[in-house]
Nanobody
Framework: QVQVEESGGGLVQAGGSLRLSCTASGRSSSTYIRGWFRQAPGKEREFVAAITRRGSTYYADSVRGRFTISGDNAWNTLFLQMNSLKPEDAAVYYC?????????????????WGQGTQVTVSS
């Protein structure tokens, strides 16, 4: 199974930007859809964004217009550009790979996850 690893998290002030990356090691991911989820302390993991191999994108209402998901041409690296960050965006962000069908916004539809990268937003 392809291993995926997130990077790019950190501490940023409200209104700032971060760019997260998710790299598939060994070989490019073969999944049709890849996504980003996040989990804040004491909360359930929630959908953030997803992208199909053809470039169709989907966003949670809470991030639409501020976040942009993209992938490189080789479908090896997944990105999440996060602008106008808010304190409520603070969470551990996870890359979701190995889509197996079902709703793209459901974590049960993915079977391969990275370890996560922490995003902290100061007010």
């Amino acid at each position: 199974q392809v291993q995926v690893e997130e990077s790019g998290g950190g501490l940023v002030q409200a209104g700032g930007s971060l760019r997260l990356s998710c790299t598939a090691s060994g070989r490019s991911s073969s999944t049709y859809i890849r996504g980003w989820f996040r989990q804040a302390p004491g909360k359930e993991r929630e959908f953030v964004a997803a992208i199909t191999r053809r470039g169709s994108t989907y966003y949670a209402d809470s991030v639409r217009g501020r976040f942009t998901i993209s992938g490189d041409n080789a479908w090896n690296t997944l990105f999440l550009q996060m602008n106008s960050l808010k304190p409520e965006d603070a969470a551990v962000y996870y890359c979701a790979d190995a889509y197996s069908g079902g709703a793209y916004y459901s974590q049960e539809s993915y079977s391969n996850w990275g370890q996560g990268t922490q995003v902290t937003v100061s007010s």
